[in-house]
C-alpha cells in the first residue's frame, strides 16, 4: 500500500509541473507585434505590467532601445512610453528578481489602446552559502546545518545523532533517537517542525522499539535548536527546543538512497507559475543486522516505514495555504532463544545463561494532518493560523519466560585468564507479561502574528490544545529462584511487580504569549515577553515571563554577549500523569525551572579558517519536580512523591572548516543535577540523567590528491550514570553505569555530474557510503537485570548495546 501511494504521488507530480504555458514570452525579441488603432501623431504604448500569477508589477524599468526613451510602471503597474518615428521599436521591460524581456512593436498598422506585459520571475541557481541570523544568534538560538546529517555516522540514522555531538546534549543510546539537555529527561524536549508540535512514541521501553524519528533530514532546509533560555514564542517544557522547517523546492529535484539498513525517496517539484510546491518523502529502515549482535539471541523482526508529504498553494501574493500530512507505522518483533552474558571482575568472573520461550510484539501507528494558512496583508505584517491532529494507536504485546543459571567461572590466580569449571550461584526460571494499548488524539489550534515595526520585532501568539487518551496496562513480572519466589513470600506467589489500569480522561490547555525583539542601539537588544496557560484538568493558571539582553560590542573581533532568564513550566502531558503503579494521578502540578543563562560566541579567523567558539555558563533551579526512573528509553514516575532541584554547568565547542569545505566540531560539557525528595531526611542526590561529563568530535577530513574521497568520525563520551536495582526507594540509586564510549567512522566517495551534460538534467550526484559502527567494539551498557543467587544476594546483570558492525549505503541526489 505504501508503494502504491508514493507512485500516485509521484504521478500526479510530474503533472503539477506543467503549470502556466507562457511560451508566448520565451522568444519575445524574435516577435513582431502591430499595434492597431494608433495614428502617426499618436505614437504611443501603454498597458499593465503583471508577472505570471496576474499580479500588478510597480517601478518596472522600460526602455525604448530604440529612441533611448525610458520611463517606470506606476505603483498600479501601468506605464506609458512614447514610440519613435520608425516603423520598428524595441522596447525592454526589467525589473530586479524577473526576467528581462525584449519586444519589438510596429506602429504603422491602424490600432488598439493598450498592451500589457507578463514577466517571469528569474530563477537562478546558487551555491550553497551558510547564512548566520543576528537576529537568532542575539536570542540564543544555534543554527544546524541538515547536511550533515546525511555522513554522520550513526547507527540511529536519525536526524537527532547530529544534536549529540552538541554541547549540553547527551545520550547513552545509539539505538534511540531520544536526547537528554542539561540534566532534563525525554519528555523535555519540544520539537516543531514547520511550526507544528512533534510527538514521540509513547510506549517503546527500548531503543531499537522506537522506529524512524519524524524529522526527514532529506527534505529538511533549516534548524533553529537552543539547549535552554529560549523565547516565550517556545511551548512548555523545562529543557530545550528544536525548530525545523522543510524546504521548498523551485524545480524538480530529490534523492534516493538504499542500503544495509533500509531504504529512502525524496521528491520535491513546483509548478511553472510557482502557485503550487510539493515535498514528499518515503523512508523503511530495519535494524535487524545490528541486533542480531546483541547478547539476547533470537528472530529479530524490526520493521519501520513512514510517509510525510508538504504541500504549498499560493492563493494570492499576500497568502498562501500549506498541508503537512505524516504516517508512519512502527513495528518490532522478537522470538528470543538464548542468552550469555559475561559480567563481573576479572578476578571473579561471573557469566549468566538464559533459555527463552515466548513472543514480544509491539507496534506503533501514529498520523498527523496539519493544515496552515499565511496571510501577510502588508509588508511588515504577518499572519498564521494552524490546526493540526495528531492520532497515536499503540501497543505492547509480551509474554516471555526465561530459564536461567547464573555462575561464577573459575579463574587462574596469576593472569585472570578464564579455566574450565563453573560454580552455580543460583538457578531458576523468570516470566514477563505486557499487554499495554494506547490510544491517543491530539487536537490543536493556532494563531500566530508578527509585526516589524522600527526598532522593535513584535510576535503573539494564542493556542488551543485539547487531548484524549485511553491507556489500558497489563504487566507483571515474577521471578522463582532454587525452588522459592524471589523476593520471599511464604504462604502465597509474590510478583516483582504487578499492575493493572485502565485510564481514560481529556485535557483541554489554552494558552498565549507575547513577546517582542527590541533593538536598543547598535550593539545592544533585548527580547523579552512572557507565556500565560490554563490547565483544565487541574485548574491551574501559569505564568511564564522570559528575557534575553544581548551585547554585540563594536569591537575588531565579532563577539556576541547573552543573558537569559526566564521560568519554564512543564505541564503534564502523558507519563507524567501515571504513578509508578500505573495508576492515574489527575491532580498533578506542572513542574518549574528557571534558567539564568550566560553564553557568549566569538567569530575568529584562525588556523587559515574561520571559526566559532561557542561557551555556555548555565544554572537551572527546579522546582514542583515528579521523580522518576529511567530504564533504557522507558521513564517511570514516582507520582506519589515530589522533589526540588538543580542543574548547573558550563558547554564549550569550537566549530568550523579546519579542512575546506568540510564542517567538524569539538563539543565539551560539564554540569551537575540533584534533587531532593520533599518530606525526606535525605540530602540532595544525583537525579538519573547526572551525567557529569560529555565529549564529542565530529570531524571530517579528505584526500587532498581525490577531494571526493572523504572520512567523517564521530566519538562520544558520556560519563557514568546514577542507577539502582528495583524495588527500592529513590535515593537509594548509588550504583552508576559504565562510562558510554563510542566511535563511529565512515568513508565516502562522491561523483559530481559534470553541468551541461546530458546526464545532469538526471543526476547531480552520486555518493557510496561506508559506515563502521562502534570501531573500537566496547560493550557499552544501557541497563540492568537483576538476578539474585541462592542466598538472597543481588547481582546487576548488564545489558549491552550494539557491537562493530559494518554498514553500506548509496545516495543518488538528481
Not at 507479561?433 to 487536537?443: E, G, I, P, S
Not at 542507577?723 to 552508576?736: A, F, K, M, N
Not at 555518493?767 to 538476578?787: G, R
Request: hydrophobic fraction near 35%; charged fraction near 20%.
Amino acid at each position: 500500500m505504501s508503494r502504491i501511494i508514493l507512485f500516485i504521488f509521484l504521478l500526479f507530480g510530474t503533472g503539477f509541473c506543467q503549470g502556466q504555458d507562457s511560451s508566448h514570452i520565451q522568444n519575445p525579441s524574435q516577435t513582431l507585434i502591430k499595434i492597431p488603432g494608433q495614428t502617426k501623431t499618436q505614437k504611443q504604448l501603454q498597458g499593465f505590467v503583471k508577472n505570471v500569477f496576474g499580479e500588478i508589477l510597480p517601478f518596472v524599468n522600460i526602455h525604448n532601445i530604440s529612441s533611448h526613451k525610458t520611463t517606470q510602471s506606476d505603483k498600479n503597474g501601468f506605464y506609458t512610453i512614447a514610440l519613435s518615428k520608425n516603423a520598428h521599436n524595441r522596447i525592454e521591460f526589467r525589473l530586479v528578481g524577473y526576467e528581462s524581456l525584449i519586444l519589438n512593436f510596429d506602429i504603422a498598422a491602424a490600432g488598439l489602446d493598450r498592451y500589457d506585459i507578463l514577466l517571469k520571475e528569474h530563477i537562478r541557481k546558487l551555491a550553497e552559502v551558510t547564512v548566520h541570523d543576528q537576529t537568532g544568534r542575539s536570542q540564543n538560538y544555534t543554527y544546524l546545518n541538515p547536511r550533515l546529517s546525511t555522513v554522520l555516522p550513526s547507527a540511529s540514522g536519525s536526524f537527532e545523532a547530529l544534536l549529540k555531538t552538541y554541547p549540553g546534549v547527551s545520550s547513552n543510546n545509539e539505538l534511540s533517537a531520544q536526547y537528554n539537555v542539561r540534566g532534563g529527561n525525554y519528555d523535555e524536549n519540544l520539537i516543531y517542525v514547520n511550526d507544528i508540535e512533534i510527538f514521540r512514541p509513547f510506549l517503546s521501553q527500548q531503543g531499537q522499539q522506537e522506529g524512524l524519528s519524524f524529522i526527514n533530514p532529506e527534505m529538511t532546509a533549516g534548524i533553529k535548536f537552543s539547549t535552554g533560555g529560549f523565547g516565550s514564542e517556545y511551548g512548555d517544557k523545562m529543557s530545550s527546543v528544536l525548530d525545523v522547517s522543510y524546504r521548498k523546492p523551485i524545480d524538480f529535484s530529490g534523492s534516493a538512497s538504499i542500503g544495509f539498513m533500509g531504504a529512502s525517496l525524496t521528491v520535491g517539484a513546483s509548478t511553472r507559475d510557482r502557485r503550487f510546491s510539493y515535498l514528499i518523502g518515503f523512508r523503511q529502515r530495519s535494524t535487524r543486522f545490528l541486533l542480531k549482535n546483541l547478547d539476547t539471541k533470537g528472530n529479530y523482526k524490526p520493521s519501520f516505514e513512514d510517509f510525510q508529504g508538504d504541500f504549498h498553494y499560493k492563493i494570492s501574493s499576500h497568502s498562501e495555504l500549506s498541508l503537512l500530512s505524516y504516517l508512519a507505522y512502527n513495528r518490532y518483533e522478537l522470538d528470543p532463544t538464548s542468552r550469555q552474558t559475561n559480567f563481573g571482575l576479572l578476578s571473579i568472573p561471573l557469566r549468566l545463561d538464559i533459555s527463552f520461550l515466548g513472543h514480544e510484539l509491539d507496534r506503533y501507528l501514529s498520523s498527523m494532518t496539519a493544515l496552515t494558512l499565511n496571510w501577510q496583508p502588508e509588508e511588515k505584517l504577518k499572519l498564521k493560523f494552524l490546526s493540526s491532529f495528531y492520532v497515536a494507536d499503540e501497543q505492547t504485546t509480551r509474554d516471555i519466560s526465561g530459564t536461567y543459571a547464573f555462575s561464577q567461572l573459575q579463574a587462574d590466580p596469576v593472569t585472570a585468564l578464564i579455566i574450565p569449571g563453573r560454580i552455580v550461584k543460583g538457578i531458576g526460571v523468570y516470566t514477563e507479561h505486557a499487554r499495554d494499548y494506547l490510544t491517543m488524539k491530539v487536537f490543536t489550534a493556532e494563531h500566530k502574528g508578527s509585526y516589524a515595526a522600527t526598532g522593535n520585532y513584535i510576535k503573539w501568539g494564542l493556542r488551543y490544545q485539547r487531548q484524549y487518551i485511553n491507556n489500558a496496562v497489563d504487566e507483571y513480572s515474577l521471578t522463582d529462584s532454587a525452588g522459592y519466589n524471589v523476593p520471599m513470600n511464604m504462604g502465597d506467589i509474590r510478583y516483582l511487580y504487578s499492575y493493572q489500569q485502565n485510564n481514560n480522561f481529556i485535557t483541554n490547555r489554552t494558552s498565549l504569549f507575547l513577546q517582542d525583539n527590541m533593538f536598543l542601539n547598535q550593539s545592544w537588544s533585548l527580547t523579552a515577553g512572557a507565556r500565560a496557560t490554563y490547565l483544565d484538568i487541574s485548574h491551574q493558571y501559569l505564568l511564564s515571563p522570559r528575557a534575553t539582553l544581548a551585547l554585540h560590542p563594536n569591537w575588531k573581533t565579532d563577539i556576541m554577549f547573552r543573558f537569559s532568564t526566564g521560568i519554564y513550566y512543564q505541564p503534564p502531558f502523558y507519563n507524567e500523569y501515571f504513578n509508578f503503579d500505573g495508576s492515574l494521578n489527575k491532580n498533578l502540578s506542572a513542574q518549574e525551572a528557571i534558567h539564568y543563562v550566560a553564553s557568549s560566541d566569538w567569530h575568529v579567523h584562525a588556523l587559515g579558517t574561520n571559526l566559532v567558539f561557542f561557551t555556555e555558563l548555565y544554572y537551572k533551579q527546579l522546582l514542583h519536580l515528579v521523580p522518576y526512573e529511567i530504564n533504557d528509553v522507558s521513564i517511570r514516575y514516582l507520582g506519589n512523591e515530589r522533589s526540588h532541584g538543580y542543574a548547573t554547568g558550563l558547554d564549550m565547542r569550537l566549530s568550523g572548516q579546519f579542512v575546506k569545505d568540510l564542517e567538524s566540531s569539538f563539543s565539551l560539557s560539564v554540569q551537575k543535577t540533584a534533587e531532593k525528595i520533599d518530606g525526606s531526611s535525605y540530602s540532595y542526590i544525583p537525579r538519573p540523567t547526572d551525567q557529569r561529563l560529555n565529549f564529542a568530535i565530529f570531524f571530517q577530513d579528505k584526500l587532498s590528491t581525490n577531494p571526493s574521497y572523504k572520512v567523517h568520525v564521530n566519538l562520544i563520551y558520556g560519563s557514568r550514570l546514577p542507577i539502582g536495582p528495583p524495588e527500592h526507594l529513590r535515593y537509594e540509586d548509588t550504583l552508576r553505569v559504565p562510562a558510554y564510549r563510542r566511535v563511529d567512522i565512515g568513508f565516502s566517495k562522491e561523483w559530481i555530474t559534470p553541468p551541461q551534460t546530458p546526464a545532469s538534467k538526471y543526476i547531480k550526484s552520486v555518493m557510496l557510503y561506508a559506515e563502521i559502527f562502534n570501531l573500537l567494539n566496547i560493550n557499552n551498557t544501557i541497563s540492568y537485570l537483576w538476578v539474585r543467587d541462592v542466598e538472597n544476594n543481588r547481582y546487576a546483570v548488564p545489558n549491552y548495546l550494539t557491537s562493530r558492525q559494518l554498514n553500506l549505503k548509496l545516495l543518488v541526489r538528481f
